[in-house]
């Protein structure tokens, strides 16, 4: 079979088939990354979305006059000082 073929044949078959699985692997590689961004684009987003809510909490706490540590106390006071026995 390779026999019957050229000499210009047999090169480009030579730099075909190496070409063609490299370019596969490139483009498997890419969409491996693609997905590992996309990844972390939504990290990102759920960070700026937490980060916004903790800091509208805190203009809340401000506005209101309130700490956390205030609110934490006055949740405390409101819970059992002993645990229910069976």
Known sequence: M???LN???KLSLLLILPMATFL???AV???????DIDEL???ERSLVVNFSA???ITRAYRKSGATPLAIWAAR???LPLSFPTR
């Open 7 to 9: 000499i210009a044949r």
């Open 76 to 78: 405390a006071k409101s």
């Open 29 to 35: 590689e890419s969409i491996e990354r693609w997905k």
């Open 24 to 26: 596969f692997l490139v």
């Open 2 to 4: 390779l026999a019957d």
């Open 41 to 43: 684009k939504f990290v």
């Open 54 to 56: 903790g800091e509208l």
